[in-house]
């Protein structure tokens, strides 16, 4: 289970907390609605976001964060150190986007006995590839989601896996290719390789009813 942010259904909290490894965002908002099970939380490593989180005891002591065996950074550093200069013609207000925090991460990870990746800059830039077929909008950067859910997709530990996805609306940030990223995920949901949370629900609903009706 992938789980964003956004909203998820009713009746998700069970089938999330029921899956053999649930990796949640930054501060793990989903966490309650969307169940509480938490494996790895991916975060965004650079800009304001890994910044807020390093100086927060309260993302910190998150009992989500606490209960992780694993943090993943989802930003290459050099891969950001490399957009500093185009990005400061680009998007000048965008001053401390590329600013990196992963050593931090990396010390936070030693200090509480947790497992660190840091996704490499090869899958952000297949993804900027994969997404130009949605012609997206000028964007800056993929959504850390999308970024999460392409290394998953790429990764061979991953290969027989069932990937389900939860939380995800596909919106927020100007500056990131929400249509495209839809169009994305949709497509590998209809290759089978992506799931959406939706159809596992709706698959369970039938079953429900008929044990409901037999318990009668």
């Known amino acids: 289970m992938i789980v964003g942010n956004g909203d998820v259904p009713d009746g998700a909290a069970g089938l999330i907390d029921a899956a053999d490894l649930v990796i949640r965002f930054n501060d793990c908002r989903s966490v309650g609605a969307g169940g509480s099970r938490t494996d790895i939380v991916a ?8 910044k807020g989180m390093l100086s927060s005891a309260l993302w910190k002591m998150n009992p989500a964060v606490i209960a992780a065996r694993a943090i993943w950074c989802v930003r290459d550093p050099q891969k950001f150190r490399d957009m500093r200069g ?11 986007f590329c600013d990196d925090y992963t050593e931090g991460f990396v010390a936070f990870a030693a200090e509480t006995g947790k497992d660190h990746l840091t996704i490499g800059r090869e899958v952000h830039e297949a993804l900027d590839a994969s997404l130009t077929a949605y012609d997206p909008a000028p964007y800056v950067v993929p959504s850390s989601g999308l970024v999460a859910i392409a290394h998953v997709l790429a990764a061979p530990e991953f290969s027989d896996s069932d990937v389900c996805l939860a939380g ?27 799931r959406r949370i939706d159809s596992m629900i709706a698959a369970e609903r039938p079953l429900l ?8």
Request: aromatic share 10%; proline share 7%; glycine share 10%.
């Open 86 to 96: 185009p990005l400061s013609l680009s998007h000048p207000d965008l001053d401390d």
């Open 209 to 216: 009813q008929c044990n409901s009706e037999v318990t009668r």
């Open 168 to 194: 995800f609306g596909h919106q927020g940030w100007e500056w990131h290719p929400f249509a495209a990223e839809r169009r994305f995920v949709d497509d590998h949901v209809a290759q089978g390789r992506l």
């Open 43 to 50: 975060i965004c490593n650079t800009g304001r976001p890994g």
